[in-house]
């Protein structure tokens, strides 16, 4: 059975993973595998404080990235592919429905990303309720933020520094739920 110190453990070097996703090449492997291990450490806590709604958000929210990536990415090759082969006397008109596939692509992985992150973070916040973990909180509303932000260019660094804290907050969980009560102050 899994323990909470296997998703702090998970969890923590999933998040330290996923921001090496920059480095060229192999960056997107570490990504992948990073992502495995966070959703693997949701998975944990989730099964652990006995509320599959955490774990279920989380990989719907995963799934909705997912799909506005593969939307964009294979909608924009496509759309400028259409211009370089599109017919002369209609030059004018393949550049606009290009140009319109391009933007409704990007709105629709807008809306996947705001979506997921709307999902993650209702889930940080739970888990930060049932752990006493405050930092998953601010780890979910960066990721909010972020993915609305994103739009601007901003949300790139909104979502970096939520990556880190995500790091942090896994690392901070404690190594056994229910965590113990603080000790009584003095009197």
Known sequence: MATMRDAKILGGIGAILSLLSLIPRVGVVFSIVGLVLV????????????????????????IAQIIGTVVFSL???????????????????????????????FIVMLACFI?????????????????????????????LIGAILVVVL???????????LE?????SLPETYPPRPPPPPPT
Do not use: C, Q, W
């Open 39 to 62: 959703l693997i450490a949701v998975k944990y806590i989730s099964d652990i404080v006995r509320e599959p709604k955490i774990f279920k958000d989380v990989l719907i929210a995963v």
């Open 154 to 164: 901003i949300g790139a660094i909104v979502l970096f520094v939520a990556k880190i």
């Open 115 to 143: 979506m997921g992150a709307l999902l993650i973070k209702r889930s940080y916040y739970r888990i930060a309720e049932l752990t006493g973990v405050n930092l998953f909180r601010t780890t979910g509303l960066l990721y």
């Open 75 to 105: 909608v924009v090759p496509i759309a400028l592919l259409g211009i370089l082969v599109g017919v002369p006397r209609f030059r004018h008109f393949t550049v606009s429905l290009t140009l319109g596939g391009i933007i409704v692509a």
């Open 167 to 171: 790091a942090v907050s896994f690392f």
